[in-house]
């Protein structure tokens, strides 16, 4: 079954430290995974995409990195501040079928000054 | 670039009540996603069209929601009539090709439903 789960399920952290969001998935044929960034009313807004080929991939502060063999994810958030509190959340593609997004429930970060 | 435009951004109805969504997609994106996203899940996937052609509807409950996507542009979904477990957030995505590997998949802001 494909899935995508994320830890921790929320998270709150210091104005200026770093911090690291995890995502496992079992999805395959494996395409791409992505984080979004989703502000509380807003649509997610993509920060990075990675493919199977791909370990490391950096957006300004937010650093991902993949495991195409463990099938881990994770975000690594540096410096944070107080507009980084979101919910961030991990997309992996499948190569086939109609319906290949597969969406993980999100870590919901606050940055508290 | 205007990115995906969702109207309107909130929503309150009484249940049974109907009430319908609309979504520009980005320019040129010929493949058009509706989302809903319960508080603290991601979002579940109602219906996807390529162009004006509905490929996947199969999470989309017929027996109250329904959607369309005339000229293969703008969308609209629809509830009628609404029920209180329907409040949640629904979202327009876009992309070219219906292929996520291909292109830019950008999600709207959403609108945030209520049903009282």
């Known amino acids: 079954k494909n899935q995508v789960e994320q830890s921790p399920q929320s998270l709150i952290i210091l104005e200026g430290k770093n911090c690291t969001l995890q995502c496992n998935y079992t999805v395959s044929p494996f395409s791409n995974l992505r984080w979004y960034k989703q502000d509380t009313g807003r649509g997610p807004v993509s920060l990075t995409i990675?493919?199977?080929?791909?370990n490391t991939k950096s957006n300004g502060r937010y650093t991902a990195t993949l495991d195409a063999d463990t099938k881990q994810s994770s975000l690594h958030i540096t410096a944070s501040q107080l507009s980084d509190s979101a919910s961030y959340i991990c997309?992996?593609?499948?190569?086939?079928?109609?319906?290949?997004?597969?969406f993980g429930t999100g870590t919901r970060l606050t940055v508290i000054p | 670039e205007a990115g995906v435009v969702q109207s309107p951004r909130y929503k309150i109805i009484e249940k049974k009540q109907p009430v319908a969504f609309w979504c520009n997609p980005i320019?040129?994106?010929?493949?058009l996603y509706w989302y809903r996203q319960n508080l603290g899940q991601g979002p579940e996937l109602l219906i996807r069209?390529?162009?004006?052609?509905?490929?996947?509807d199969s999470q989309l409950p017929k027996d109250r929601f329904s959607a369309e996507r005339l000229k293969g542009v703008d969308s609209t979904l629809k509830i009628q009539p609404a029920e209180l477990g329907d409040s949640a957030v629904y979202l327009c995505?876009?992309?070219?090709?219906?292929?996520?590997?291909?292109?830019?998949?950008?999600f709207g802001s959403g609108t945030r439903l209520t049903v009282v």
């Open positions: 990675m493919t199977f080929s791909e």
């Open positions: 995505a876009s992309s070219l090709f219906g292929s996520v590997r291909d292109s830019g998949y950008t």
């Open positions: 069209y390529e162009n004006e052609e509905a490929v996947d």
């Open positions: 320019s040129g994106h010929n493949t």
């Open positions: 997309v992996v593609s499948a190569q086939t079928g109609a319906n290949n997004l597969f």
